[in-house]
């Protein structure tokens, strides 16, 4: 069973599972997956890590050919790279870091800065 969460700062509908993984369910759309993860992880992380998660999930995805994996890269960066424009996602990149991470908007303060307990 999935619960229905609103963001402190945007009203989209996202889903998080009430009990563990096993709740996890692959016919989610790809949005619904990363923000699964997200919540699972509750703390920001790079899109690398959100498709490790995704793979975890679903290791049947390991099976598949190169191209078919960079097509799912492609495609879950494509899904980051739009929810971090429309605002739902905040993109975060440090000085010094090597690649950008993902949170949810409620998940900083007002000043932009990442709120403690959703530090990696």
């Known amino acids: 069973m999935y619960l229905r969460v609103k963001s402190a700062f945007n009203e989209s509908a996202l889903y998080r599972p009430q009990l563990g993984v096993s709740e996890?369910?692959?016919n989610?759309?790809?949005?619904?997956?990363?923000?699964?993860?997200?919540?699972?992880?509750?703390?920001?992380?790079?899109g690398r890590e959100i498709i490790k998660g995704l793979y975890d999930l679903e290791p049947e995805l390991k099976m598949l050919t190169n191209e078919k994996k960079e097509k799912i890269k492609d495609n879950v960066f494509a899904?980051?790279?739009?929810?971090?424009?429309?605002?739902?996602l905040i993109r975060d990149?440090?000085?010094?870091?090597?690649?950008?991470?993902?949170?949810?908007?409620?998940?900083?303060n007002q000043k932009k800065e990442i709120k403690n307990e959703y530090l990696a």
């Open 24 to 26: 996890y369910n692959p």
């Open 28 to 46: 989610l759309s790809l949005w619904k997956k990363v923000s699964w993860i997200l919540y699972q992880e509750n703390k920001i992380i790079t």
């Open 79 to 88: 899904v980051l790279s739009k929810y971090a424009k429309s605002g739902d």
């Open 93 to 108: 990149k440090k000085p010094g870091a090597a690649e950008y991470k993902y949170g949810f908007k409620n998940w900083y």
